[in-house]
Nanobody, 113 residues
Framework: VQLVESGGGLAQPGGSLRLSCATS??????????MKWFRQAPGKERELVATITGISDDTQYSDPVKGRFTISRDSPKKTVYLEMNSLKPEDTAVYYC?????WGQGTQVTVSS
C-alpha cells in the first residue's frame, strides 16, 4: 500500500488549500478503508485532524478545524481529499495521510501573510 500526498504550499490567512492523498496497492475496495489526515507542527506532536470512515463515509474532525476543513474521498480515483478553508497561521504544519498503519510522506502547509 502506498499513500502520496500533494497540494500543500503557502496560503494567506483566510485562504484555502486542497490536499490530495492518492492511494495504491489496496487489496480490497478503497471504500472499505477508514482514511485519516494528521498534521504535525514544528516542536509539537502529530495530531489527528480528520477521519472518513470506511463504507459509511461518516466524517469526524478535531475541534480546531471543525467547520473549516472537509474530508472526502473519490472512490474511482482511490483518492482522499482535505479541503481547508479560512486558514489560520496555526494551521501551519506538515500534513500526513494515514490508513491501516501506513503513512504518506507528508506535504507542507504554511499559512502566512
Amino acid at each position: 500500500v502506498q499513500l502520496v500526498e500533494s497540494g500543500g504550499g503557502l496560503a494567506q490567512p483566510g485562504g484555502s488549500l486542497r490536499l490530495s492523498c492518492a492511494t495504491s496497492g489496496f487489496t480490497v475496495a478503497f471504500t472499505h478503508y477508514t482514511m485519516k489526515w494528521f498534521r504535525q507542527a514544528p516542536g509539537k506532536e502529530r495530531e489527528l485532524v480528520a477521519t472518513i470512515t470506511g463504507i459509511s463515509d461518516d466524517t469526524q474532525y478535531s475541534d480546531p478545524v471543525k467547520g473549516r476543513f472537509t474530508i472526502s474521498r473519490d472512490s474511482p480515483k482511490k483518492t482522499v481529499y482535505l479541503e481547508m478553508n479560512s486558514l489560520k497561521p496555526e494551521d501551519t504544519a506538515v500534513y500526513y495521510c494515514y490508513c491501516a498503519g501506513i503513512w504518506g510522506q507528508g506535504t507542507q502547509v504554511t499559512v502566512s501573510s
